[in-house]
């Protein structure tokens, strides 16, 4: 199986404020590379799904959540956003919305061709 991964900007900014580095990063695309669809499915969405990952010396239950989609035609995984557990459980319905909105426009973009 293959998969490219694609970062976000927001990703990116929680996921160093998290203090997790690039070898956290290569742990979770290799598990996600094995089960791409590992991750909790978050129902009004859009497809996005949620995953525990360590942070700051916690376990993975008490650690970092990563909101992620994975766009299975196109062969690749969208790391969209990151959130320490003890901040917040789940995203809001606001959130979700506007998960829901980035999805939508990434799988129209990657079927025009736009982003590729």
Known sequence: MTRVFVSTVDFDKYWAALGLADDDLYALQNELLNDPASGDL??????????????????????????????????????????????????????????????KTLKTELKTGRNR
């Open 42 to 103: 978050i129902q009004q969405s859009g497809g996005a799904r949620k995953i525990r990952v360590a942070a700051r010396g916690h376990g993975k239950r008490g650690g970092a959540r990563v909101i992620y989609v994975d766009i299975l035609f196109h062969e690749k995984i969208y790391f969209l956003t990151a959130y320490p557990k003890d901040k917040k459980d789940d995203l809001t319905p606001a959130e979700k919305k506007a998960i829901s909105i980035l999805i």
